[in-house]
């Protein structure tokens, strides 16, 4: 069974750094891109940051550019965000999700861990 | 960055009824389109793939079509349990993009 599990979350001050991790199993997690995807209290969602399977492409949105860096360790079946400088803004449940086994729309998320940014 | 403008943010619908709900891009994607559900508190979860493609396990009244600009999903009998949050996601490229979501109310 496909299982991803965020964690890391918690309460941080404006300008604080923070590192998320997500622990994969149940699938072969070297041979899948994977994303962050983050929703803030009552809003939609928004896709965060891409790394390809070899770890060699990563991609981020502009919110994030420069201050959030996503890497995984394949020997570990984990993923991770680095988060730094955070802002208010950043408060949101943070998603780790895995495209479907030929690409496209994530098929499995784990259940998310909640980051507050907040004095 | 693709945008993806969906609607409506919200409606209110019976058990039984037809629901449609729209995402439009503001350039061609072809069909590199998902649909989502989302419950409160829970992940989203993949519906439809490839605009128009059932996702393993997701009942049969759910039904995406379109391509290139212009995209549906159909729930064709609203039943108690859909009442939720729909998002379309386009995958087509980075960054990816969701539209802004509609709320399926009970009516």
């Known amino acids: 069974e496909v299982q991803l599990v965020e964690s890391g979350g918690a309460l941080v001050q404006p300008g604080g750094s923070l590192r998320l991790s997500c622990a994969a199993s149940g699938f072969t997690f070297s041979s899948y891109e994977m994303n962050w995807v983050r929703q803030a209290p009552g809003k939609g969602l928004e896709w965060v940051s891409y790394?390809?399977?070899?770890?060699?492409?990563?991609y981020y949105a502009d919110s994030v550019k420069g201050r959030f860096a996503i890497s995984r360790d394949n020997a570990e079946n984990s993923l991770y965000l680095q988060m730094d400088s955070l802002r208010a803004e950043d408060t949101a449940v943070y998603y780790c999700?895995?495209?479907?086994?030929?690409?496209?729309?994530?098929?499995?998320w784990g259940q998310g861990t909640l980051v507050t940014v907040s004095s | 960055a693709i945008q993806m403008t969906q609607s409506p943010s919200s409606l209110s619908a019976s058990v039984g009824d037809r629901v449609t709900i729209t995402c439009r891009a503001s350039q061609g994607i072809k069909n590199d389109l998902g649909w989502y559900q989302q419950k409160p508190g829970k992940a989203p979860k993949l519906l439809i793939y490839a605009a128009s493609s059932l996702q393993s396990g997701v009942p049969s009244r759910f039904s995406g079509s379109g391509s290139g600009t212009d995209f549906t999903l159909t729930i064709s009998s609203l039943q108690p349990e859909d009442f939720a949050t729909y998002f379309c996601l386009q995958d087509y490229n980075y960054p990816r993009t969701f539209g802004q979501g509609t709320k399926v109310e009970i009516k």
């Open positions: 999700a895995r495209p479907r086994e030929t690409g496209g729309a994530p098929d499995y």
């Open positions: 790394i390809s399977s070899s770890g060699r492409t990563i």
